[in-house]
């Protein structure tokens, strides 16, 4: 009797301590099923989902703030390594040619590794190229180290996948939006940083062509020390890092490669359309982030200080406006499902363009400003509408759908300065009003997206797929 008794009991403290083991972890915020966050808490350090979310926008800003450093002191590097038109222009593409390649494959390797090791070790690999900036003896230098400091925005798509893998459907457009907006404030905070750390190093008795190449000491030490604290304190996945996750998921099911993962997203047309849209919302900011400080340097004759902080005021505006896309986004969804993340897109993206032309047709400084920061709004406001899509189109896949857009963003910037601001054929006021009307064409692309599921911007989903579950939709398209 008592042999049974302390057999029991035995198995009941088993029993419990195996229950115990299986209880859900706890989180600070709430969770849904998958255990992704659905609330944004901004002021929170709460890991896993509010300290991932803050570490990838700080390393991306680190990253952007790096890549757009040079474009601010632009007037007195040219002088310094005797830079043509050309050069420059050439520089400016080249910076998002490398950009284009290292986003299309940071996105299966996210799927691999996990952002927090795809977006560290980048950082850490393309921070020694930003302090080499200070050595450039040659305009083919220049544009050398301008195409190797571009494969460090491929970290936009560690940052998107990031955000994705630790928040909800209901809040992703916001989650995105807010962490890449506060992300691209770093092409704004660099236009106004860099031309003041430039003249603190002047005041201190340094030669001019000697101050611009002791400035970059400080983002490439900025952007160093951000991904040193993605390697200690981030985490892949709300339940563990991606190592462990995939381990544990690999007995359940086959793991799959890295071609499987690839081909997988480069079928569905959908992340081609996004890549296209990206192309011509974040690509056209990237392309005014590269000659917006030159643009009104050269054309209103204001110095270099002023300059900076005109064109910084561009890039800041991401601080209210890419959320404000999530926002809208995800609020839309909430009405009228993934219709309303569509045609908020294509409204937005419109405006945009329209506003982008009438900035290249305006005369007063005072009024380009104006036209300047409305247009910034609605381009950036795009982009955060982009991604609000883009977390629907494949789960399976998810980084190589974020890099297919990603990398369209890089390659709309290539090509708007190619056509039109490499060399002389239009000047910049041209330019500008001509990418607005390629905008507002490639923006009707929107249109072509439509979700079996969930329908398109004039379709409702097909009868069959009307009672599919989301997951399986995922897994199968």
């Not at 390629?438 to 989903?461: A, D, E, K, N, R």
Request: aromatic fraction near 12%; charged fraction near 15%; include cysteine.
């Amino acid at each position: 009797m008592t042999h049974n008794l302390f057999s029991s009991s035995s198995m009941e403290e088993a029993e419990a301590a195996v229950k115990d083991t299986r209880k859900e972890p706890a989180f600070t915020l709430p969770v849904d099923s998958d255990h992704k966050a659905t609330e944004l808490r901004l002021w929170s350090w709460a890991p896993p989902h509010m300290r991932a979310f803050h570490l990838s926008w700080v390393s991306l800003f680190a990253c952007f703030f790096s890549t757009f450093a040079i474009p601010p002191l632009l007037p007195v590097i040219r002088d310094d390594l005797n830079l043509t038109d050309t050069d420059i222009g050439n520089a400016g593409i080249a910076s998002f040619v490398g950009s284009i390649f290292s986003r299309l494959a940071m996105g299966p390797i996210c799927d691999l590794l996990g952002p927090r090791l795809a977006s560290a070790t980048l950082s850490l690999l393309t921070a020694p190229i930003v302090f080499a900036t200070s050595l450039a003896s040659s305009p083919q230098a220049f544009i050398l180290l301008r195409f190797l400091i571009g494969f460090s925005l491929a970290n936009f798509v560690a940052n998107q996948f990031w955000t994705t893998s630790m928040f909800s459907n209901s809040i992703v457009g916001l989650a995105n939006g807010v962490s890449a907006g506060w992300s691209n404030v770093g092409s704004g905070a660099t236009q106004l940083l860099m031309p003041l750390i430039y003249s603190l190093i002047i005041n201190l008795g340094v030669s001019s062509f000697t101050a611009w190449r002791v400035a970059f000491i400080i983002p490439a030490t900025f952007q160093t020390l951000t991904a040193l604290m993605v390697l200690a304190y981030g985490q892949d996945l709300p339940d563990g890092n991606y190592r462990e996750i995939r381990h544990r998921r690999a007995i359940n099911k086959p793991k799959d490669r890295f071609f499987e993962i690839l081909l997988h997203g480069l079928r569905n047309y959908r992340g081609w359309i996004l890549g296209l849209i990206y192309g011509f919302c974040f690509g056209v900011e990237l392309t005014m982030d590269n000659i917006i400080a030159q643009y009104f340097y050269d054309r209103f004759d204001v110095e270099i200080r002023v300059s900076g902080a005109i064109a910084a005021s561009f890039g800041l505006a991401n601080i209210v406006s890419r959320p404000m896309g999530g926002v809208l986004s995800d609020e839309m969804a909430k009405k009228f499902g993934i219709r309303g993340r569509l045609w908020s897109l294509w409204v937005v993206i419109t405006v945009a363009g329209l506003l982008c032309i009438l900035l290249g047709r305006v005369n007063s400084l005072a009024v380009s400003i104006i036209v300047m920061c409305a247009f910034s709004f609605f381009v950036q406001a795009a982009s955060g509408l982009t991604f609000g899509v883009v977390p629907f189109v494949s789960r399976r896949s998810l980084g190589v759908i974020s890099g297919m857009t990603g990398s369209g963003g890089t390659m709309g910037s290539v090509v708007t300065q190619l056509l039109l601001f490499s060399g002389s054929t239009f000047s910049k006021e041209t330019g500008i009003s001509l990418m607005g009307v390629m905008m507002i064409v490639c923006s009707f692309s929107v249109t072509l997206i439509y979700f079996p599921q969930w329908g398109g911007m004039f379709c409702g989903p097909i009868s069959k797929h009307q009672n599919a579950m989301g997951q399986d939709y995922y897994l199968l398209d």
